[in-house]
């Protein structure tokens, strides 16, 4: 083999060599793109369950919520139906012992 065939061994196999190395720089690419897009898809999808999980999440709170208000908005009427019928049947004691505390006073 000459120098000149030997040349141009070397010549080629640094031309593979880069061509090869440039493929290799362009899967990396690829690969690359394709990594931080499956990322953002995972991301996007995490996201997306999270939003829905917490809408869920607040429709039940919100739910429980108004079932809570209003057993307390029937336990308060009740409480009020009661004070109102405590009144109503110890009214004329009440007025009846105040005004006689007033008056035995006053005329004590």
Do not use: C, P
């Not at 141009?8 to 493929?23: C, P, S, V």
């Not at 607040?58 to 336990?75: G, I, P, T, W, Y």
């Amino acid at each position: 083999m000459n120098q000149t065939d030997l040349i141009q061994k070397i010549i080629a196999a640094e031309h593979q060599a880069n061509q090869m190395t440039e493929e290799v720089k362009e899967k990396s690419e690829h690969i690359d793109a394709s990594v931080e897009a499956e990322i953002e898809s995972l991301r996007k999808n995490y996201l997306d369950n999270a939003e829905k999980y917490l809408a869920r999440l607040e429709k039940s709170e919100q739910e429980k919520s108004a079932v809570r208000l209003k057993e307390l908005d029937e336990r308060l009427e009740t409480k009020l139906k009661q004070v109102d019928v405590i009144y109503e049947t110890r009214k004329d004691l009440w007025v009846q012992t105040i005004f006689e505390r007033i008056v035995g006073k006053a005329g004590g």
